[in-house]
């Protein structure tokens, strides 16, 4: 009979063990979010470039960890892409032309939008900023 009673004794603790075991395995993973503005950004590099006829088209996505930045972003999109426009129109071919320039480039954008978002809403948590395509003729 003792057998028996140690047998069940570790089977009722054993329920016990296994949700706490579950617990353990459970760890909320913060989901990226992204934003991509619709509008591609092209900038005209006639001054820059001698007087020949050189372009720049840049699509810009972001990525934060709570929507309401993403929509913070989206409510204050003009002035995002009129402040990204003129950060755009001041490279040089040469700066934007190397893997490096465009990485110089991609944080000065992180910088310029999380300062704008900072400046109106207080917050300005943009974790990244992208370039889903970056074409330079």
């Given at each position: ?13 054993s ?8 617990a ?18 092209t ?8 007087q ?17 930045i993403?929509?913070s ?6 002035m ?5 426009r ?36 207080g917050k ?14």
């Amino acid at each position: 009979m003792s057998k028996s009673l140690t047998t069940l004794l570790i089977i009722w603790l054993s329920l016990f063990a296994i949700p706490t075991w579950a617990a353990d395995d459970e760890t909320p993973t913060q989901q990226a979010l992204y934003y991509k503005i619709a509008e591609p950004f092209t900038i005209n590099f006639l001054q820059q470039s001698q007087q020949q006829a050189r372009y720049l088209q840049i699509k810009v996505a972001l990525k934060a960890d709570e929507q309401s930045i993403l929509d913070s972003a989206d409510m204050n999109l003009p002035m995002i892409q009129d402040s990204l426009r003129s950060l755009f129109s001041e490279q040089s071919m040469e700066s934007i032309g190397s893997v490096e320039g465009r990485r110089k480039l991609q944080t000065s954008t992180l910088d310029t939008i999380n300062g704008i978002l900072k400046e109106e809403t207080g917050k300005g948590d943009i974790k990244a900023v992208y370039f889903t395509s970056f074409i330079l003729q």
